[in-house]
C-alpha cells in the first residue's frame, strides 16, 4: 500500500500518458482513420453505456446538452 500513496500524486499524469500512449500505438499499427473510427465508436458505446446506466432518455440528454449552450 505504501508504493501506491507515493505515486498517488501523479494518478492524471499516469493515466493520460497510458492513454496517450495507446493511441500512438494505435495510429503507428491502424493508421489515422481506422483509430479515429475506434475513438468515435467507443465514445458512442460509452455514452449509451452511460444513459443505461442513468436511466436517462435522449431527449433529456438533448435538453441538458441545448441548456449548456443556451447558457
Not at 500512449?21 to 483509430?35: C, E, H, N, P, S
Amino acid at each position: 500500500m505504501k508504493k501506491l500513496t507515493i505515486l498517488a500524486p501523479y494518478h492524471n499524469q499516469i493515466i493520460f500518458t497510458s492513454l496517450f500512449t495507446l493511441v500512438a500505438i494505435f495510429f503507428m499499427t491502424m493508421g489515422l482513420w481506422k483509430t479515429l473510427l475506434l475513438i468515435l465508436l467507443s465514445g458512442i458505446g460509452y455514452f449509451i453505456g452511460t444513459m443505461k446506466d442513468k436511466k436517462r432518455s435522449v431527449s433529456s440528454i438533448l435538453a441538458s446538452v441545448q441548456a449548456f449552450f443556451e447558457g
